[in-house]
């Protein structure tokens, strides 16, 4: 297991930007994937980017154009940069690091809400 902690959630206003941080606790190789998925309340846990450890990046497509995953092999941390938040990616937001078959890691989560 890898451990993964994240930081830089909160209340924003709608338009407005956030970036999270996840730190992994050793280094992220090529064949890592590393990636956010959020949770609303009521519905299922849902992808939202997705980044290989040398750099292919994934979207689900509600964020295409308004969020950018971002990775610092250096720092062995994932970004997610959100721009023109809206009410409906209010969730908590989940750290994933992925490497196959089988290793797969949770960070405890941090909450988004967009609102007035």
């Known amino acids: 297991q890898v451990q993964l902690v994240e930081s830089g959630g909160g209340l924003v206003q709608p338009g407005g930007s956030l970036r999270l941080s996840c730190a992994a606790s050793?280094?992220?190789?090529?064949?890592?994937?590393m990636g956010w998925y959020r949770q609303a309340p009521g519905k299922q846990r849902e992808l939202v980017a997705t980044i290989t450890g040398d750099g292919n990046t994934n979207y689900a497509d509600s964020v295409k154009g308004r969020f950018t995953v971002s990775i610092d092999s250096a720092k062995n941390t994932v970004s997610l940069q959100m721009n023109r938040l809206k009410p409906e990616d209010t969730a908590i937001y989940y750290c994933?690091?992925?490497?196959?078959?089988?290793?797969?890691?949770w960070g405890q989560g941090t909450q988004v809400t967009v609102s007035f």
């Open positions: 994933n690091h992925y490497v196959f078959p089988n290793l797969n890691s």
């Open positions: 050793r280094t992220v190789y090529r064949r890592d994937v």
